[in-house]
């Protein structure tokens, strides 16, 4: 199994800034994901994080607006640019070893732009 | 455009009541997994199932892979407010989730 912590939990931001989230988890994993949920939604993949190379993003995501890195098999980062009202959602990050096996869920942050 | 549509989108029971929530896509999926999620965490992976046909239980939750395994259901029985949360369905490998259903158990 697989412990996974996001900084910063929740944040109130303005339009037109930048947020950084930071995703850790205790065991290098072989993939990466963001997700992102709507209050009370489901959740819409955002992007694969792709240890040492670009991230793969989803039809209507694009590197501009949510740049992703992830500098090792334990870490990556979400930003969110150029907020609008529109992003204010939460924001998951997810691990996996294989395809097949469990993804675990980092707890979320919750974002809400002004 | 894979979707997972789930249904009821909202449930809200009695405690000790049943009740079945159901997973449907047009495409075939190699195995789906069921998720619950409570407020303020992210989604916690309750069962994996990968057999059309397939019936897994966990506790008072029965799941259930279709035969052509394009759709799977929950069933819960004798619901407890411990139940209460989101449930998603998923894709597995796919990593598409499902529309989601919203679970109160009152006590």
């Known amino acids: 199994s697989a412990v996974i912590s996001q900084k910063p939990s929740r944040d109130i931001c303005q339009r037109g800034t930048s947020l950084t989230i930071q995703c850790q988890v205790d065991?290098?994993?072989?993939?990466m994901f963001w997700y992102r949920q709507q209050p009370g939604q489901s959740l819409t993949l955002i992007a694969t994080?792709?240890?040492?190379?670009?991230?793969?993003?989803e039809s209507g995501f694009v590197i501009d607006k949510f740049p992703i890195s992830r500098p090792n098999l334990t870490f990556s980062t979400l930003t969110v640019s150029n907020m609008s009202p529109e992003d204010s959602s939460i924001y998951l990050c997810?691990?996996?070893?294989?395809?097949?096996?469990?993804?675990?869920f980092g707890p979320g942050t919750r974002l809400l732009v002004l | 455009t894979q979707l997972l549509e789930q249904s009821p989108q909202f449930l809200s029971i009695q405690e000790g009541e049943n009740l079945t929530v159901y997973c449907n896509s047009s495409?075939?999926?190699?195995?789906l997994q069921w998720y619950r999620q409570e407020p303020g965490e992210g989604p916690v992976l309750l069962v994996t199932v990968v057999t059309g046909g397939e019936v897994k239980k966990l506790k008072r939750l029965t799941f259930q892979f279709g035969d052509a395994r394009k759709d799977s259901s929950l069933h819960i029985t004798a619901a407890q407010p411990g139940d209460t949360g989101l449930y998603l369905c998923a894709g597995a490998g796919k990593y598409i989730f499902g529309t989601g259903t919203r679970l109160k158990v009152l006590a």
């Open positions: 495409s075939v999926f190699s195995s």
């Open positions: 065991s290098q994993v072989t993939m």
């Open positions: 994080a792709n240890q040492g190379s670009e991230a793969t993003y």
């Open positions: 997810s691990a996996q070893w294989t395809v097949q096996e469990t993804q675990y």
